[in-house]
């Protein structure tokens, strides 16, 4: 009866311990190089530019302790850029995307665009005013398994565009566990038995 009992409890252990969202990805634009029109450390940029801010660059922009650093999404070349990196996403689960975004802090009107999480987008607009961060959501489900781009694209190029912070994804995995991990974890459990047997 006792290796019966062991082995449900193995088997609850797999099951619920996929259920909850997990941490996936992760910037806060800390170890990135501020600079004019500097590339955040292992996104890209096209179609114009963007920076980042940090205490040798506007880093009174970023409003956070010192040494904190984010990104204006409107660079110095007046192209706002796209600012866009590829995950590797599995079907079936649920990606949470979430991020910090204020207006430019700058008294420079409001700034809009539009952020894509594979087929997920949100379009934002903030106003100059709005200093505080505003913290955004989005969700992504892919139907299939594969590569998909998240992308931050503000509109215009006055060189003053929304300020961007705090990166972060959590994936919620497939509850249903896979069966061929159960049937590794069963096989483990009785080779263990096994062994014990032979001990005793
Ligand atoms: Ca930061
Ligand atoms: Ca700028
Ligand atoms: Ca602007």
Redo the contacts with the bound molecule.
């Keep these: 009866m006792k290796s019966k009992l062991l082995f449900a409890a193995v088997v609850a252990a797999a099951v619920t311990g996929s259920a909850h969202a997990a941490l996936f990805f992760s910037d806060d634009f800390q170890s990135s190089t501020e600079g004019g029109n500097a590339i955040p450390s292992g996104w890209a940029v096209s179609n114009g530019t963007v920076e980042v801010l940090g205490p040798s660059f506007f880093g009174g922009l970023c409003n956070g302790a010192t040494g904190e650093k984010c990104v204006d999404l409107?660079g110095s070349t007046r192209d706002a850029g796209i600012l866009s990196r590829v995950f590797s996403l599995t079907a079936g689960n649920t990606y949470a995307l979430s991020f910090d975004l204020a207006g430019?802090r700058r008294g420079?009107?409001t700034?809009t665009g539009t952020v894509s999480f594979g087929t997920s987008v949100l379009n934002f607009s903030l106003p100059a005013a709005q200093t505080a961060y505003v913290n955004l959501s989005l969700l992504f489900s892919p139907g299939s398994s594969g590569n998909y781009s998240l992308s931050f694209a503000?509109d215009?190029g006055?060189n003053?565009?929304a300020i961007l912070d705090n990166v972060v994804i959590t994936v919620d995995q497939n509850a249903v566990p896979v069966p061929g991990t159960l049937a590794l974890l069963a096989a483990g459990v009785l080779a263990g038995l096994a062994a014990k047997r032979r001990r005793g």
């Design positions: 409107d430019n420079a009107g700034e503000n215009g006055d003053m565009g």
